[in-house]
């Protein structure tokens, strides 16, 4: 097993848990526009959003499209016309306030830092996801942080990561090691870059991507025992 010493890591579904943030700020959305806030419309509305963010992934859509679109569309299943950007600066809004950590995350950085460089390697809005690491304190632990729009592309795309070595100086992508739950973005992004992957899949979900992954783990807590059998003794 390799010795890593770059560690990249995920953020939404890896260290934060995106899901409780998106239900919070998907509800706050439903009250301010008087849609019934029923278990049915928040997963109708999170299968809608997924739809959207596998077709930016797929190079189909800008990323201010998802932001927007995906409002728009969503919103006129029930006969009202929302303007996307407005309705994305609600949401975002209360998805800012939303700083849900993942089990068993501080314990894994906590353990990790000093004995790595780690890297935050995450799609989304720059000032949403600095405010959410801010005040989660996991940014505390990171050497780097990046963020698909700083970098004018996004994973899985060659560019981002290209992008993430210029700025950490080096490329040696047998060091590396990322670690995300999305199969289309964290690994076949690092299928692309050529970085090792470990796909955190606590929902134990089939591997349906056709992606390579070198590592699966179920807990944060089995990051942090696979690494410790990579290092010397």
């Known amino acids: 097993m390799k010795q890593y010493k770059i560690i990249l890591l995920d ?3 890896t260290l934060l848990d995106f899901d409780k943030a ?3 700020g998907i509800g706050f959305l439903l009250r301010t ?3 019934p806030e029923t278990e049915e419309n928040k997963e109708a509305y999170q299968k809608l959003n997924q739809s959207y963010w596998r077709r930016m992934e797929r190079g189909e859509l800008t990323r201010d499209q998802v932001l927007w679109l995906r409002f728009e569309e969503f919103f006129g299943g029930f006969g009202l016309s929302v303007d996307g950007e407005e309705t994305d600066r609600l949401y975002r809004q209360s998805l800012e306030q939303s700083a849900f950590c993942i089990e068993g995350a501080h314990e894994l950085l906590k353990a990790l830092k000093g004995r790595y460089r780690l890297a935050v390697v995450t799609n989304g809005v720059a ?3 600095y405010k959410r690491l801010a005040d ?3 940014d505390s632990y990171m050497d780097w942080i990046f963020i698909s729009e700083e970098a004018g592309s996004q994973k899985p795309q060659r560019e981002f990561f290209e992008y993430c070595f210029e700025r950490m100086g080096r490329r040696d992508v047998e060091n590396m090691l990322i670690v ?3 199969l289309t973005s964290d690994i076949k992004g690092g299928n692309a870059a050529g970085i090792d992957t470990c796909w955190f899949n606590p929902h134990e979900q089939p ?13 944060l807590k089995e990051l942090e025992r696979l690494l ?4 010397p003794a």
Do not use: F, P
């Open 136 to 138: 989660s304190g996991l």
């Open 228 to 231: 410790k059998e990579t290092e």
């Open 33 to 35: 526009y008087g849609v």
């Open 11 to 13: 953020v939404d579904g």
């Open 207 to 219: 591997n349906t991507a056709g992606v390579h992954v070198d590592y699966e783990i179920r807990s």
């Open 127 to 129: 000032a949403t996801q």
């Open 180 to 182: 995300g739950d999305s």
């Open 22 to 24: 998106e239900e919070q």
